[in-house]
T-cell receptor
Framework: QQQVKQSPQSLIVQKGGISIINCAYE??????FPWYQQFPGKGPALLIA?????SEKKEGRFTISFNKSAKQFSLHIMDSQPGDSATYFC???????????????FGQGTRLTINP | KAGVTQTPRYLIKTRGQQVTLSCSPI?????VSWYQQTPGQGLQFLFE???????NKGNFPGRFSGRQFSNSRSEMNVSTLELGDSALYLC???????????????FGNGTRLTVT
C-alpha cells in the first residue's frame, strides 16, 4: 500500500515531441505528489508537485495530470528538448499528521532520452 | 542561497568498517531527511530529523543511525558495513511546514559510498 508504480522504465522521444511518464498508487491517504528530475552525478531536483484537490498543474513545459478516482498521475513534457534527457521520479507522501515526518515514497524512475 | 551540501562526495570503505556522512541543509531549513539510492531498490527513505529529533525511520537495520545538531546540520552513520550498503546516500532539507502540508524537499548531490 506504500508503493508507487512508475512506467515506463525507459523512454525515447524525438526532439519537439511530448514525453509522458505515468505513476499509480494504492494508498488513497497520499496527499502530496511531486516529480523529481535527476541528472547523472546530481541529486534529484523538484520539478513540479500537485495535491489531490487539483486535476492538473502546469509549469512551463511540464504538466502534471492527476486522476484521483483511478489513483494515477502523470508527467507530460511538452516540446521535449535534448536537455530534458534525465531520469524522472514520481513520488507520494502521506499527510504530516499521519506519518509525523516529511517522507516520500518514490517510483522506480524513468530514464528519458530525447533524440535531437 | 547555497544548496544542500553533502560531504564527502565519494567514500571507499572495507566491509566491517563504519562510516559517517555529513549534511548541511539550506539556511533556514530545519527538517533534514536521508535517502539511500541504489539501482535495484531505487530511492528509499532512511530517516528524518527535525529540531534534533528523529521523527520517522525507514525499514533499515539498526546499523543505520543519524543525528541532527542544533544548527540543523545532520550526520548519518553506518556501522559494520556490508557490501550491500554500497549506494548513493542523499540528504534533503525542507522548511518546517506551517500549514500541515509537506513542503518541498531539496536534495544534495549525495555521497557515493563503495564498500569493498
Amino acid at each position: 500500500q506504500q508503493q508507487v508504480k512508475q512506467s515506463p522504465q525507459s523512454l525515447i522521444v524525438q526532439k519537439g515531441g511530448i514525453s509522458i511518464i505515468n505513476c499509480a498508487y494504492e494508498n488513497t491517504a497520499f496527499d502530496y505528489f511531486p516529480w523529481y528530475q535527476q541528472f547523472p552525478g546530481k541529486g534529484p531536483a523538484l520539478l513540479i508537485a500537485i495535491r489531490p484537490d487539483v486535476s492538473e498543474k502546469k509549469e512551463g513545459r511540464f504538466t502534471i495530470s492527476f486522476n484521483k478516482s483511478a489513483k494515477q498521475f502523470s508527467l507530460h513534457i511538452m516540446d521535449s528538448q535534448p536537455g530534458d534527457s534525465a531520469t524522472y521520479f514520481c513520488a507520494a507522501s502521506l499527510p504530516l499528521i499521519i506519518q509525523g515526518a516529511q517522507k516520500l515514497v518514490f517510483g522506480q524512475g524513468t530514464r528519458l532520452t530525447i533524440n535531437p | 542561497k547555497a544548496g544542500v551540501t553533502q560531504t564527502p562526495r565519494y567514500l571507499i570503505k572495507t566491509r566491517g568498517q563504519q562510516v559517517t556522512l555529513s549534511c548541511s541543509p539550506i539556511s533556514g531549513h530545519r527538517s533534514v531527511s536521508w535517502y539511500q539510492q541504489t539501482p535495484g531498490q531505487g530511492l528509499q527513505f532512511l530517516f528524518e530529523y527535525f529540531s534534533e529529533t528523529q521523527r520517522n525511520k525507514g525499514n533499515f537495520p539498526g546499523r543505520f543511525s543519524g543525528r541532527q545538531f542544533s544548527n540543523s546540520r545532520s550526520e548519518m552513520n553506518v556501522s559494520t558495513l556490508e557490501l550491500g550498503d554500497s549506494a548513493l546516500y542523499l540528504c534533503a532539507s525542507s522548511l518546517y511546514p506551517s500549514d500541515g502540508y509537506n513542503s518541498p524537499l531539496h536534495f544534495g548531490n549525495g555521497t557515493r559510498l563503495t564498500v569493498t
